[in-house]
């Protein structure tokens, strides 16, 4: 649809202009200010320059932090994007079945984040949790409490529990898009259900899969009151991710200065995350309205 | 095409590992904790609506769920105020930046909500807000607004223009157009764009744990504290994450044909 050039609609965008700068923009000034200052007592402020950045990237926190956080965000998409393919595919195409199937596979995203870490915990544990017993009766030695590995696990088990149903809808709503007579015509050629899906449902989902990827990715990367609750970051730091790490410093120390350095590179890093998905959006919107 | 038999058994699968854990939580709230930590049983064997009732009668647990309630409507009921107007004008008009303004929306839906803990307390803190239920309800616009003009913005280009245009012609202000008829023609979109500013606001507990510490507590809040301080009373707890699914089930069932569209930012 063909836009008019119009200055007066600055007016329609003002107040979204003054309620996310009141609540953005203030905030982010106070972070920037903290990352040049030392504070003594939270009521006193020095200057220090570029200080807090370089003691930052100097340390390992920060590092550790960040592989960590790359490492979970990795693997949930592995698992999560085919898995809500498969999902999206086997679901019924229509009828109540379908709508029972969309409301049940809704339920683990409408739960509140620290009720998921709660069901988890509950789960999980090997005293009182179906799953931890389950699994304790098999043979293995199951603590997420105590153990890295085990630790890992069941975070990445909860986000796919949590999240897998939200690319399954996405993709659920791309493959409705496509006209039947796209799956007659493969009938007729014979396809096989490989290609049917190589070219005709994939390409369908593109659009979808990318919004899916992305989302997904950003809201992995500030994950944080699922593993919080969960396990707290532990054991040690094993699934201590950025957020958390950032809070525990933030709320927990009070560094102002060194937290609100790592504020600011952690909001750059989404920053240039946010511009990519957005230029990738812009261009498969274009595409679609070309094709 | 040939008819996938594994299909149906991978539903089955899929839903069985997304209601499992459910139910071990719904299970663990009907019984009494000497059955959850000494017994392990599928099934309760005493059927105890104990642990709701002490969450019911007890003003520390259920004003959450009010000061939640009252939070999050206020929210929704801002973020729609503000994002209506704000949509209309991306969706219709071309303006001296509004490429850049639209980003910028966007990078704050993007923005971790752990690094505006700090500055949103010491904000709230100095203007008197802290513990009120309006300042979480303006903390959460920060991630609320850009989302309800995303969605709205999309709803709203499936309106065709020339609706507008004949109203002008007919002498409709801009003020009557917009209440009057466009608002309702998009009825769907705003409803939708409602749920998920509930739901975004509901779900969340950083900035609402931060932003209180009594007289605005929300629920979720409330139950973390209580894992941590008398720290074993797994039945309530249970309770309490039972009862703050419940809304968000009632609610998903009438806006199940839009989620996706809700979720791809109205881009589906």
């Known amino acids: 649809m063909e836009k008019t050039a119009n200055q007066r609609a600055w007016f329609l965008v003002l107040p979204v202009l003054l309620l996310v700068a009141f609540s953005s923009v203030i905030p982010m000034m106070t972070v920037v200010n903290y990352s040049f200052q030392d504070s003594f007592g939270g009521n006193e402020f020095f200057w220090v320059g570029l200080e807090w950045y370089r ?149 369908k989902m593109r659009g979808v899969l990318i919004i899916a990827v992305l989302l997904r990715f950003m809201d992995s990367f500030m994950i944080y009151t699922e593993p919080f609750v969960l396990t707290g970051g532990g054991p040690g730091n094993a699934t201590t991710f950025l957020s958390i790490d950032l809070v525990k410093m933030a709320l927990g120390q009070f560094d102002l200065g060194p937290a609100a350095a790592f504020s600011l590179m952690y909001f750059l890093v989404i920053l240039l995350i946010s511009y990519v998905f957005y230029t990738v959006m812009i261009a498969s919107d274009k595409e679609e309205a070309q094709s | 095409m040939k008819k996938l038999r594994l299909s149906p058994i991978i539903m089955v699968a899929y839903l069985l590992f997304l209601l499992v854990p459910i139910y071990w939580l719904v299970i663990m709230s009907l019984k009494p904790n000497s059955e959850i930590l000494g017994a392990f049983t599928l099934f309760p064997q005493e059927l105890t609506f104990e642990n709701y009732r002490t969450i019911l009668t007890d003003p520390s647990w259920y004003m959450g769920f009010v000061n939640s309630f009252i939070y999050v409507t206020m929210n929704t009921i801002i973020s729609l105020c503000v994002a209506l107007p704000a949509a209309y004008a991306f969706s219709r008009y071309r303006f001296m930046g509004d490429n850049h303004l639209f980003f910028w929306l966007l990078t704050n839906r993007m923005a971790p909500p752990a690094v505006f803990a700090l500055p949103f307390f010491q904000l709230y803190s100095s203007v008197n807000l802290f513990d009120t239920h309006i300042a979480v309800a303006l903390a959460h616009c920060l991630f609320n607004v850009p989302l309800a003009v995303w969605i709205l913005e999309g709803f709203m280009r499936g309106v065709p223009r020339e609706i507008d245009e004949t109203a002008f012609i007919d002498g409709y202000g801009f003020t009557r157009f917009f209440t009057r008829i466009f608002v309702p023609m998009i009825a769907p979109g705003i409803g939708v764009a409602a749920f998920f500013c509930f739901m975004f606001s509901w779900v969340e507990l950083l900035l609402s744990r931060t932003l209180t510490s009594v007289d605005a507590k929300p629920i979720t809040a409330i139950m973390t504290r209580t894992v941590s301080a008398s720290g074993l009373d797994w039945g309530v707890l249970a309770a309490a994450g039972v009862l703050t699914i419940i809304p968000g089930a009632i609610v998903i069932y009438f806006v199940r044909g839009y989620i996706a569209k809700g979720f791809a930012l109205g881009r589906v």
């Open chain 1, 55 to 203: 003691e930052l990237l100097r340390s390992e926190r920060l590092w550790d932090a960040l592989g960590r956080q790359l490492m979970f965000s990795s693997i949930i998409l592995l698992i999560e994007i085919p898995l809500g393919i498969l999902v999206a595919l086997c679901m019924p195409k229509k009828g109540w079945l379908a709508s029972l199937c969309l409301v049940l596979m809704a339920l683990p995203l409408l739960i509140p984040y620290n009720v998921v870490g709660t069901i988890w915990q509950v789960f999980a544990r090997s005293d009182i949790g179906l799953l931890g017993r389950f699994v304790t009766d098999l043979g293995f030695e199951y603590n997420y409490a105590q153990n890295a590995a085990d630790a890992w696990v069941t975070v990445v088990a909860m986000d796919v529990w949590h999240w897998t149903s939200l690319v399954a809808l996405l993709c659920y709503a791309g493959l409705r898009s496509i006209p039947d007579a796209y799956y007659q015509a493969a009938e007729i050629d014979q396809a096989s259900r490989w290609s049917v899906f190589r070219h005709i449902e994939l390409p």
